[in-house]
């Protein structure tokens, strides 16, 4: 049996258990929300995160797979922070997993970006990324440990999608010239994840994006012409960068390098291997 544990069981962890959890493949999520006991099931455990201590100490060696999906901190991931020396001594461990983000590459002039490119991130949560990455892989390349790194482009699925926030009159329509963003569609991130999961193959970078870089206008133009929904009034983003952001650079123009082929091609390989047992 394999188990997973989930350190920040939010959006995208809640998505993985309620399509993947079983007696085969059962997880324990933390989480700082009580309200998100209520996600519990027969095979998907919720914990306060103030019990991930006594739970690694009595359960450590039964963990086959770890998950990190808690943003980092100035100082670079808290479960690293704390718990490294525990991870250290897991002896069953067979993946982990570290959701990063597409905002480590930072401004590249449009230029498209692949795994080797250079991390330019300059926002506060870039760095913090960048940081988070840089203690799990020097980590994870001493111990000899299973470490997956996925830089995750804007994450879209139910409940969580522009779509939703045209029709509750909540989104602020801001366009700038020649922006384009990258996504990715919450199913697939998790076939992606589980499918690394199943065919582990440590140490290694994944960017985890569609293939079809699009403008904010692109995406609303499409969403409106579908539906009865009206296309918002459009906003400048200079005369709004002010109020609205920190810095332009939190707008910097960012394609990402489409790496569909190789991961679909690992994650049929995964996925047919995982169907085979």
């Known amino acids: 049996m394999n188990k997973l544990l989930i350190c920040g069981f939010g959006y995208t962890a809640s998505i993985l258990a309620r399509k993947f959890a079983s007696k085969d493949f059962q997880i324990i999520g933390t989480t700082r929300d009580e309200q998100k006991k209520i996600l519990a099931s027969k095979f998907v455990n919720i914990i306060n995160h103030r019990e991930l201590r006594s739970l690694l100490k009595n359960s450590k060696q039964e963990i086959t797979h770890v998950m990190l999906s808690a943003p980092p901190s100035d100082r ?3 479960f690293f922070l704390d718990y490294q020396n525990d991870i250290s001594k897991m002896k069953t461990l067979k993946w982990i997993g570290y959701l990063s983000a597409t905002n480590v590459y930072g401004d590249h002039n449009g230029e498209y970006v692949n795994e080797f490119s ?3 991130g300059d926002t506060s949560k870039g760095i913090n990324r960048i940081k988070a990455e840089n203690q799990w892989t020097e ?9 997956h790194i996925f830089r995750i482009a804007g994450i879209y699925g139910p409940e969580r999608n522009t779509y939703e926030r045209i029709k509750s009159k909540k989104f602020n329509h801001i366009v700038k010239n020649n922006q384009y963003f990258s996504r990715i569609y919450i199913t697939d991130l998790v076939n992606i994840l589980f499918a690394s999961m199943s065919k582990p193959n440590p140490i290694n970078i994944y ?3 569609d293939d079809m870089p699009s403008s904010v206008s692109d995406v609303v133009d499409f969403i409106c012409q579908r539906t009865s929904c009206t296309i918002p009034e459009k906003i400048s983003f200079e005369v709004q960068k002010q ?4 810095n332009s650079s939190n707008f910097s123009y960012l394609f990402l390098y489409h790496p569909y082929i190789f991961l679909q091609t690992q994650a049929l390989v995964a996925l047919e291997a995982h169907q085979e047992r």
């Open 76 to 78: 670079g991931d808290p």
């Open 118 to 120: 250079l991390l330019k």
């Open 139 to 147: 980590f994870c390349k001493k111990e000899e440990l299973p470490l």
């Open 207 to 209: 960017n985890v994006a």
């Open 243 to 246: 109020k609205y952001f920190y």
